[in-house]
């Protein structure tokens, strides 16, 4: 994996600000209900993200990571997502 392409890094970025978006909602239970839907709804929607990304490939990217079975999606974009859901159904 070549992790300083500009959308790795950009995704990283994103999972930090959902997880500092998870740590500052503790006290603000709608947003955090609102957070946590989101980040679901994210998941949900990892199988279509997947297609999408597997067919366009080469506009972003250099390699095909998007793999017919989701692994890649799975760990670079759900894992993380769910830890945070799972960090909000835990506190």
């Known amino acids: 994996v070549q992790w300083s392409e500009a959308w790795l890094v950009g995704l990283?970025?994103?999972?930090?600000?959902?997880?500092?978006?998870?740590?500052?909602?503790f006290r603000f239970y709608r947003l955090q209900i609102f957070h946590f839907l989101m980040m679901v709804g994210?998941?949900?929607s990892?199988?279509?993200?997947?297609e999408m990304a597997a067919m366009n490939w080469r506009l972003y990217s250099k390699y095909q990571y998007f793999d017919?079975?989701?692994?890649?999606?799975?760990?670079?974009?759900?894992?993380?997502?769910l830890l945070n859901t799972i960090i909000i159904v835990v506190s």
């Open 46 to 50: 990892a199988e279509y993200i997947n």
């Open 68 to 81: 017919s079975r989701g692994m890649f999606i799975s760990l670079v974009f759900s894992a993380p997502l």
């Open 12 to 25: 990283l970025l994103f999972h930090v600000a959902c997880f500092v978006i998870t740590i500052v909602t």
């Open 42 to 44: 994210m998941v949900y």
